[in-house]
């Protein structure tokens, strides 16, 4: 697996259902997502926005996307069928064919612009891990189908000693609209 095929693969809507566990707060959350994934072009303004507000990663982009979703959780305090909903552009830059960095227009532990290495592991696992603020994030998501991946997530603590919060995701793509 490399990052044009990963993406390629990656492309279309999905229906996603979550388990989390935080362990923080010792709370269990389900989570039933709409998530779209599109291929953006190197000249869409928000590709251009994204490179422009943060010059620090070296390298040629490639295979920019957006993701969109929309999620109901079984943990919103006051109304369990408020959805919550957002956006991010994604520009990965290789490093080589198994490896590079990632901005994000929105992380995804913390709301901040983040940027993330990743790699493939060999069995084509896409490993994406992210340091925040207060926390780091691992993403590992792969393909057990052509129309099925699975990804699951673990946030530590700033320092990575202590585990906040896990999940796991089967994510089956919508084959017609």
């Known amino acids: 697996m490399n990052l044009q095929s990963f993406v390629e693969r990656s492309e279309g809507q999905w229906r996603s259902m979550r388990s989390g566990h935080s362990l ?20 869409d303004q928000r590709v251009i926005d994204l490179l422009q507000s943060d010059t620090s990663v070296q390298g040629t982009p ?9 999620a109901e959780s079984d943990w919103e305090p006051d109304d369990p069928s408020e959805v919550s909903a957002g956006s991010c552009v994604l520009v990965p830059f290789p490093a080589n064919e198994q490896s590079g960095v990632l901005l994000r227009s929105v992380g995804y532990a913390e709301a901040e612009q983040a940027t993330s290495t990743y790699q493939f592991l060999s069995d084509g696992t896409f490993v994406l891990s992210t340091k925040y603020g207060q926390s780091i994030a691992e993403e ?6 052509e129309h099925v991946r699975c990804r699951s997530s673990v946030l530590r603590t700033s320092e990575g000693s202590g585990v906040l919060q896990t999940s796991f995701a089967s994510e089956v793509r919508r084959l017609s609209v």
């Not at 590992?140 to 189908?145: E, G, N, Q, Y």
């Open 62 to 70: 490639e295979a920019p996307f957006r993701m969109e979703w929309s």
């Open 140 to 145: 590992r998501i792969w393909f057990v189908a």
């Open 24 to 43: 923080a707060f010792q709370q269990f959350e389900e989570v039933l997502s709409q998530i779209t994934i599109e291929r953006l072009d190197l000249n």
